[in-house]
């Protein structure tokens, strides 16, 4: 069987932020319980006029400019931040995209964890048939209520990764190990557009799920703690990382010392730290860190991932990095949108994070502001319109 994973890897984040000095002052914090304690300094903030589809939009957008948009067979677009009970969000993607009409399309749920789900199915779409190519995309907001613990966690981005036989950037290999269990750790209730979560057993369901699901990995494949170099945990929070990798290693007894373990995972946190939260997106925004900020040369490295999504659902795979996977990278285009974003000020933020979510029906028009090439222009009689800028 011909090799499949992931062929290209593209993010997008607001041009909004808000640092996380300015959330501390406002609550007469300690930044460093920020900076250090939880390992966060910024957090992206949705523009008005941006959603999950112009998130999507943007960060696929490098990944089929060059006319690809017609070979892709079908896309999975995976969120917790759904806009609609019914029509899939990655419908109004396929549209601004220019995705052809015999392409797939639909949407996936599980918490953070979904963007895996869709990662393996879409490997399995292309072991099937290899000439196909598959989108996948994972696109979120992560909204808490403020003034809990929960609010210096927000951020949003997206990720958008193809999926091919042949991978230019990373083999994904097909023994996965996964653990679930029915647990009330965050969830977001249908009347909500902020998540409930119980933060400190949270984390430890995220350890508990962690080691389980490693065990249930080591059954099927031959790889152990010491082949990997590094390593990508769905990141929350990076010092959620940074434990989860001590008590991985710790489990597998590895003679690496603190620093040796911060070297395998440290490259993955960078994003992170100044996006936050992204919830689906957050894991492969960290490959991304990974692949674009390691000074070392990654090709024939292995990585090992571990996605977890809150409810729960987590699962442990690996990968191979490809040869010259350096030059399929969008390196120049992530950072130039990172060096660029803007600052905002409290009163600001609270004016994006309390920006109206329009349902009567009536023409509610949206000014432009997203630096974005998509965004929502307006939501007439229940309709989202969607425009390339
Ligand atoms: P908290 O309870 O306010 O924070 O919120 P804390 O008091 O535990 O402090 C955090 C850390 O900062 C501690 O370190 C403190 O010691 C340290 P630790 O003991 O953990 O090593 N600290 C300081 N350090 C330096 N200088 C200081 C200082 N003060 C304190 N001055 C909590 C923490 C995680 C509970 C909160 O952020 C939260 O509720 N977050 C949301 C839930 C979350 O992210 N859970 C993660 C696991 S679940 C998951 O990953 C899934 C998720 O992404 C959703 C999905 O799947 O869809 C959330």
């Given amino acids: 069987m011909s090799s ?55 960060a696929a957008y490098p990944l089929v400019e060059n006319g690809e948009a017609e070979q892709v067979s079908t896309l999975l677009f995976a969120t917790e931040t759904g806009i609609d009970q019914s029509k899939a969000a990655g419908i109004y993607v396929h549209r601004l995209l220019g995705l052809n009409n015999n392409c797939r399309v639909v949407e996936l749920k599980q918490a953070c964890y979904s963007a895996t789900a869709a990662i393996q ?7 099937r048939q ?6 996948v995309i ?36 097909p023994e996965v190990g996964n653990y679930a269990e029915d647990v009330m750790d965050f969830w977001r209730p249908n009347y909500r557009k902020t998540a409930l979560v119980d933060g400190k057993y949270s984390t430890k369901i995220y350890l508990k799920a962690l080691k389980k699901a490693w065990e249930d990995f080591r059954e099927s494949s031959s790889l152990t703690f ?40 440290a490259d993955t946190l960078s994003y992170n730290r100044i996006i936050g939260n992204s919830y689906t997106a957050s894991m492969y925004i960290g490959l991304t860190s990974l692949l674009e900020n390691c000074q070392q040369d990654l090709a024939g490295k292995r990585v090992g991932f571990f996605s977890y999504g809150s409810g ?34 409290y009163d600001e933020y609270l004016n994006l994070y309390k920006a109206p979510d329009p ?5 509610h028009t949206i000014a432009a502001d997203t630096q974005g090439r998509f965004r929502l222009a307006a939501i007439s009689h229940h309709k989202r319109e969607y425009v390339a800028i």
């Fill in 4 to 58: 499949v994973g992931i062929d290209q890897i593209s993010f997008y984040t607001s041009n909004y932020f808000l640092d996380l000095r300015t959330l501390a002052k406002v609550q007469e914090t300690d930044p460093d319980k920020y900076y250090q304690g939880i390992g966060q300094e910024k957090m992206s903030m949705a523009a008005h006029d941006e959603d999950i589809v112009t998130m999507a939009a943007n």
């Fill in 121 to 127: 199915m879409a490997c399995a779409l292309v072991a």
């Fill in 130 to 135: 290899p000439e196909k190519k598959v989108l």
């Fill in 138 to 173: 994972a696109s979120d907001i992560a909204r808490y209520d403020l003034n809990t613990p929960g609010e210096a966690t927000q951020g949003c981005g997206a990720v958008a990764m193809m999926v091919t036989a042949q991978p230019r950037v990373l083999e994904i290999d």
């Fill in 226 to 265: 010491n082949d990997f170099t590094h390593f990508c945990y769905h990141l929350p929070f990076s010092r959620m990382a940074q434990k989860a990798h001590q008590h991985l290693a710790k489990a597998n007894k590895s003679e690496l010392d603190a620093n040796g373990l911060e070297q395998q995972i």
């Fill in 312 to 345: 729960c659902v987590s699962e442990f795979f690996s990968g191979k990095v490809a040869e010259g996977y350096q030059q399929f990278l969008f390196t120049d285009l992530h950072r130039d949108m990172l060096d660029k974003r803007q600052e905002v000020s």
């Fill in 359 to 363: 349902r009567d029906g009536e023409v």
